[in-house]
């Protein structure tokens, strides 16, 4: 495989052209195969991931020697990292999407009409997905599953640090397909590290991928914006405000801003932005700054934040649309919510924004003026996850409004069809 | 007006981002509009239709004259022409729209979760919709009423043949607006008959375009799919099919065939395509070629086809994936119900096909296999109608597979978001 790094662009557009008709072709079975051999893959795969657990120790091993002598940071090296106990929560997670109701084929309206004509709308595979991600090896397998599941075909692109951990993930799951007589080509690994063959999958395989899921930061989502010829279910940056109203319970504010901020701080549905109302804010930013500095979080503030909370550094205009994915957090004071809505409608990446108010009016206008996937009241922005929205398990949060929006999960990776029953019926 | 026509590209590019800013602006108005409001406006414009329906007709007798200096034919003419009922069409369909039940704020699922927090999906206007059409004038009706009923601004940009016709009815539609105190600029038609404007909508206008719906002939198409930078809801060609099983009762399948080919040839739900199960091919050929030719339509057939039917002329592998929209039809015989499946997964354009059949078997296999928007079982194709469908209107037929699929209602015009309901949840 190593050898397919040096190949050719040309190589790269014929390997990645018949992997292409392969996963349509493999499309084709997995639209109809049932949800007993769909899940069985799943389950089979889960074992195979756990009695394979040394070669993919092994490989893993191969990955973050290579990162270390890149000098890759701490930070990206556990996220690189596979021991005993991720493995099994990768085969756990296979498990929990093989137990999830099957989406395809259910019937989610029919439609009875006067001249006797019943019209179903069941569910559809979409076809073929193409995922293309970065550095957790563990991607490999929940996006593989959530494809899988779903009836879709999955062409996996993941990054060039991951390789080798991903390449052991992959077999675990085509030695699931193969147990369940599914074909193995529903689940593909693009074969070389090379970045054209990312160029070749947004332009999407001559018709073969039907959308592209993108995972990764602003450079792959710059590339996707500039190169996709299919569609695209956008996983953008999550610019994410916390806005607290004058009405707030100023406890439970304190309480979920620290949530929403410090929980974990790289994922996406972390705050970025702290808006607070200014009838609050003597009182609500000394302290609550002063709490987020003692877990670490540095402040940047506008000048009314700063002349009441002196070690906040003065935030530009770069900070406001900043994903820090970090413990750094921007704070401004609005007059009302009308401008805290306005500064939401202007910076924010459509992710999750949360209002902590007591005021239904308040919750009220920016439930309807704020335009994100998930609006949120009285709840930390952190709660932004599939698992936490009872879909069992996400490929990502989407952040356009076709198709997907917010967290994308088995359903959301489906598309529909009308079947429509006659007994006779001519059109008059 | 007539002056923007020779108007350098830089013009037009100029004057189109200044639609799509208006746009974005009113889409913010529209998407916190009231029902009422929407419903004022359309019915308004409803009734200015009437009103000034000396000047639209003045208008479209412009449109007309030009089409004939130009040599248009008599078909392409008749889509041309206006009259005093077909006006009174146009605002009895202005008046239907408000009356269908509006989208936008409807909660379409409800998940309450362990931890007490309650989670409603609720519809949301897309937001800026690019409607591009040819030559029916009242398109710009339809289109401009779904969108506002939606909730979401629309540029549209009719064919330069019916320019002038569209513009008076825009008028209409514009006062209906004004009236209802909504912003003019939720419904703009593009002031230009430049095809550079058509390009400059394709590349979403600076991000303020977040859909295209296309509704045109191959031209179109191909541009669509070559200069589209943004979401398309494609309404593609309909290449229809209608297979009649071994099993059919094959009265209804002649008087059915007979339907979807000849009772309006024009229309994309129009059969194109018949196959016919081998083992009734001897009795049905000879009797429904018959029957159509007494229709006045032609019949070009495979060998087998040929030697039941003398007056089939040859079908080329060219008329298999050809959508006629005329009285000419494509006959083949078939082997058994998956040859049929295989020829439809092959040739057809995703838009609506049919099986006659009174074999269950067949039917699940028909159903299960082809992925076309819509399938049908003992009807018509010329059901393939949003009104038929019971959703009021359409703005046509999406045959692909991303957000809509199958007529383009009000509902399929929108997104959603996900409102959080919290009483000071973090997450653990």
Redesign the interface.
């Known amino acids: 495989m190593s050898a397919m790094v040096s190949q050719s662009k040309d190589d790269v557009a014929a390997v990645m052209q018949e992997l292409g008709s392969a996963a349509k072709q493999a499309a084709?079975a997995l639209?109809?195969a049932t949800p007993d051999q769909k899940n069985l893959a799943l389950t089979a795969a889960a074992d195979q991931l756990r009695v394979s657990k040394d070669a993919i120790l092994k490989a893993n091993k191969q990955d973050i020697e290579a990162g270390k002598a890149k000098g890759m940071t701490a930070a990206f090296l556990d996220r690189l990292t596979l021991d005993d106990e991720r493995i099994d929560a990768i085969a756990d997670g296979l498990r929990a999407i093989a137990e999830l109701d099957d989406p395809v084929?259910k019937t989610i309206a029919t439609?009875e009409?006067p001249n006797g004509?019943k019209?179903d709308r069941v569910r559809?595979p979409?076809?073929v997905i193409g995922v293309i991600f970065e550095s957790r090896p563990n991607v490999t397998a929940d996006a593989g599953a959530l494809c899988l599941k779903s009836g879709n075909a999955v062409i996996l692109r993941g990054g060039s640090d991951s390789y080798h951990s991903s390449r052991a993930i992959h077999e675990a799951l085509q030695f699931g397909l193969e147990k369940a007589g599914l074909p193995k080509t529903a689940i593909q690994l693009v074969p070389t590290t090379d970045r054209a063959a990312v160029g070749e999958m947004l332009k999407g395989l001559s018709g073969n991928i039907?959308?592209i899921v993108p995972r990764g930061g602003k450079s792959l989502v710059a590339r996707v914006q500039e190169e996709a010829r299919v569609?695209v279910f956008s996983h953008l940056e999550g610019i994410c405000h916390v806005y607290v109203d004058k009405s707030a319970?100023l406890e439970?504010a304190e309480?979920?801003v620290?949530?929403?901020k410090m929980?974990r701080t790289g994922i996406c549905g972390a705050a970025e932005t702290l808006l607070v109302h200014r009838d609050v804010a003597d009182v609500l930013v000394p302290q609550l700054c002063a709490a987020l500095a003692a877990k670490g979080c540095a402040i940047r503030g506008d000048d009314a934040v700063r002349a009441l909370y002196a070690d906040a550094a003065p935030a530009s205009e770069e900070d406001w649309s900043t994903e820090y994915l970090d413990a750094i957090l921007s704070v401004k004071i609005v007059g009302d919510t009308a401008e805290a809505i306005a500064h939401v409608?202007r910076y924010s990446s459509g992710h999750t924004e949360a209002i902590i108010a007591e005021d239904d009016q308040s919750v009220d206008a920016f439930?309807?003026?704020v335009?994100?996937?998930?609006?949120?009241?009285?709840?930390?922005t952190?709660?932004a996850d599939g698992g936490?929205?009872?879909m069992g398990a996400e490929i990502g949060i989407a952040t356009?409004?076709?198709?997907a929006?917010?967290p994308v999960g088995v359903e959301q990776l489906t598309?529909?069809?009308?079947?429509?029953?006659?007994?006779?019926?001519?059109?008059p």
């Open positions: 084709r639209a109809t084929g439609i009409r004509l019209i559809t979409l076809g039907d959308v569609p319970d439970m309480q979920i620290l949530n929403a929980r409608q439930f309807a003026q335009d994100s996937a998930i609006v949120m009241h009285n709840a930390s952190q709660f936490e929205f009872g356009g409004k076709m198709h929006r917010g598309s529909f069809k009308y079947l429509v029953h006659g007994t006779g019926q001519t059109r």
